[in-house]
């Protein structure tokens, strides 16, 4: 089983700023509260084959998690699949960007969620905190990268 969860936000930056913000998947700490440590694999600016190593925690459990950079089209698109072995992982995930005309950057998350083994089991469950949270997510992603990016 699987399934879909997004988020489409507005940030107040413009989309190369965005861009390289999202793509150093090292800053999802400033809006992900599961992700507790993350590491760029190798520690190089990140491109297609880059390995995101993180720690995450989700339901109070701890895991292991390794995402590798599948899509990388600058400005606007991000690719990525979950190469850890998890009970639920994400079979692909991605933020396309879109420039708006006053400067400002359209930002929409997905993930695909896919579970394996007991996780064919928590994949719906999982989908549904995950979609409840997502225009938090959002916001969470507009508000990190406004704060992390100064404004031209």
């Known amino acids: 089983m699987s399934g879909q969860f997004q988020a489409v936000v507005d940030v107040d930056r413009p989309v ?4 390289a913000y999202l793509a150093d998947g ?8 599961r992700v507790l440590k993350i590491e760029r694999i190798p520690e190089t ?8 190593k993180s720690t995450v925690k989700d339901a109070g459990m701890k895991s292991a998690r390794q995402f ?14 979950e190469v850890s072995k998890n009970s639920v992982t994400v079979r ?3 933020y396309d960007l879109e420039a708006l005309p006053d400067g400002r950057t359209r930002v929409r998350i ?3 969620l896919e579970g394996h083994g007991l996780g064919k089991l928590l994949v ?3 989908l549904i905190a995950a979609r409840k949270d997502a225009d938090a997510f959002g916001t969470r992603i507009k508000t990190a990268a ?4 100064a404004p031209r």
């Open 124 to 126: 719906d469950l999982a």
């Open 146 to 149: 406004e704060a992390a990016i």
């Open 68 to 81: 590798r950079i599948t899509e990388l089209e600058t400005p606007v698109r991000i690719r990525w699949a």
């Open 92 to 94: 692909e995930g991605g």
């Open 45 to 52: 600016p990140t491109t297609v084959g880059t390995v995101f």
């Open 16 to 19: 190369e700023d965005v861009f």
């Open 26 to 33: 090292r800053n999802d700490p400033q809006f992900s509260p």
């Open 110 to 112: 997905f993930n695909v």
